[in-house]
T-cell receptor, first 111, second 114 residues
């Protein structure tokens, strides 16, 4: 079945630093979604990507849909304490009825 | 605001005692999903409804059932919970048939089986 490799698994950074995480797939996706999940809450959709090469921003967050359709990255600039959480990528193939999730990147920020 | 609501937020049940979790949505989405999420893992799809059509994942235990009486509500029934069913249960919705098939999650129900 389809698999997503998300890296890194965890990050420990200083407040103000930039963050980068990525996902790679063994197969082509037509949709890439990035979610953030805080403890005890459901995932919240941050950015949705639908076109190869697409670069989309949401405030300090920027995500890109890879040209090969097999990868995506998420960047966070100038991190702040409320960025702490687990970030999941998720991909969906054309006509597929479900998302494939990455394993998550746990972000910890030292003030 | 349009949203996905889950009740209760926390549920404790005894081993073998049936439990029902509920999800409602005001997004008027035609697809509703149930996921199980264990600690530090990605959500795992249990099943979903596309309108009234039920779609079960191959590895979802028979112990897990679902009902969708109308567009807005969906229920997860666990007939005989085991200790291994302790997890966060997430409901999500999407509007299939449009280009942007994005899933929106509720806040989750944290279930503890004792």
């Amino acid at each position: 079945g389809q698999q997503l490799n998300q890296s890194p698994q965890s990050m420990f950074i200083q407040e103000g630093e930039d963050v980068s995480m990525n996902c790679t797939s063994s197969s082509i996706f037509n949709t890439w979604l990035w979610y953030k999940q805080e403890p005890g809450e459901g995932p919240v959709l941050l950015i949705a990507l639908y076109k190869a090469g697409e670069l989309t921003s949401n405030g300090r967050l920027t995500a890109q849909f890879g040209i090969t359709r097999k990868d995506s990255f998420l960047n966070i600039s100038a991190s702040i304490p409320s960025d702490v959480g687990i970030y999941f990528c998720a991909g969906q193939g054309w006509g597929a009825q479900k998302l494939v999730f990455g394993q998550g990147t746990r972000l910890t920020i030292n003030p | 605001d349009a949203m996905v609501i889950q009740n209760p937020r926390y549920q404790v049940t005894q081993f073998g005692k049936p439990v029902t979790l509920s999800c409602s949505q005001t997004l008027n989405h035609n697809v509703m999903y149930w996921y199980q999420q264990k600690s530090s893992q990605a959500p795992k799809l249990l099943f979903h409804y596309y309108d009234k059509d039920f779609n079960n994942e191959a590895d979802t235990p028979d112990n897990f059932q679902s009902r969708r009486p109308n567009t807005s509500f969906c229920f997860l029934d666990i007939r005989s919970p085991g200790l291994g069913d302790t997890a966060m249960y997430l409901c999500a919705t999407s509007k299939r048939g449009v280009r942007k098939d994005e899933q929106y999650f509720g806040p989750g129900t944290r279930l503890t089986v004792t």
